[in-house]
T-cell receptor
Framework: DQQVKQNSPSLSVQEGRISILNCDYT??????FLWYKKYPAEGPTFLISISSIKDKNEDGRFTVFLNKSAKHLSLHIVPSQPGDSAVYFC????????????FGSGTKLNVKP | KAGVTQTPRYLIKTRGQQVTLSCSPI?????VSWYQQTPGQGLQFLFE???????NKGNFPGRFSGRQFSNSRSEMNVSTLELGDSALYLC?????????????FGPGTRLLVL
């Protein structure tokens, strides 16, 4: 059961523009969400998180938005840089399930110089 | 602090064999989770260990097992390997494995089953 979905397998953006990566979930019990970045042959690197008590969290060029009613979150990268080219995964967990995270299938971002 | 380490990084096995992968969490982290990543798939949760006890389990067959030692290091074992077990196996650690706690990943072990 795919409880977390990233429906765009890839995204191409021009350097300096905004990248918007989307993620949908089905389980209303999810209350913590993470975004990871992954380069080939490396493990995922934590980027940014958001708790369900917030609807926005910022960290430098990265902002995550959470729309609980739509069960949707998005990651905005502004401005996009070529070094941001990687696969981005969103992940979700529920309080009752400790550290069991459900991951989306990933979106491959390509930032063109 | 050193990050999560996994050994070996690469492994080639044949069908029917068994394999053991190792994970050393970040110092002080007591929760270790294992994930499988196959091409085109997201990370699939295998299991989570905390204080030497399996606390959470994903939907994988019993051929996949794990354990955790008193120093929080963890191993996972796959018996009777199948071609479909070829994947990147990732280990992640977090301090206490409580809710709303970030997991930090190791580089993974790439397993190829021939």
């Amino acid at each position: 059961d795919q409880q977390v979905k990233q429906n765009s397998p890839s995204l191409s953006v021009q350097e300096g523009r905004i990248s918007i990566l989307n993620c949908d979930y089905t389980n209303s019990m999810f209350d913590y969400f993470l975004w990871y970045k992954k380069y080939p042959a490396e493990g995922p690197t934590f980027l940014i998180s958001i708790s369900s008590i917030k609807d926005k969290n910022e960290d430098g060029r990265f902002t995550v938005f959470l729309n609980k009613s739509a069960k949707h979150l998005s990651l905005h990268i502004v401005p996009s840089q070529p070094g941001d080219s990687a696969v981005y995964f969103c992940a979700a967990s529920a309080r009752y399930n400790f550290n069991k995270f459900y991951f989306g299938s990933g979106t491959k971002l390509n930032v063109k110089p | 602090k050193a990050g999560v380490t996994q050994t070996p990084r690469y492994l080639i096995k044949t069908r029917g064999q068994q394999v053991t992968l190792s994970c050393s969490p970040i110092s002080g982290h007591r929760s270790v989770s294992w994930y499988q990543q196959t091409p085109g798939q997201g990370l699939q949760f295998l299991f989570e260990y905390f204080s030497e006890t399996q606390r959470n389990k994903g939907n994988f067959p019993g051929r996949f097992s794990g354990r955790q030692f008193s120093n929080s290091r963890s191993e996972m074992n796959v018996s009777t390997l199948e071609l479909g077990d070829s994947a990147l196996y990732l280990c992640a650690s977090s301090p206490d494995g409580v809710s709303q706690e970030t997991q930090y990943f190791g580089p993974g072990t790439r397993l190829l089953v021939l």
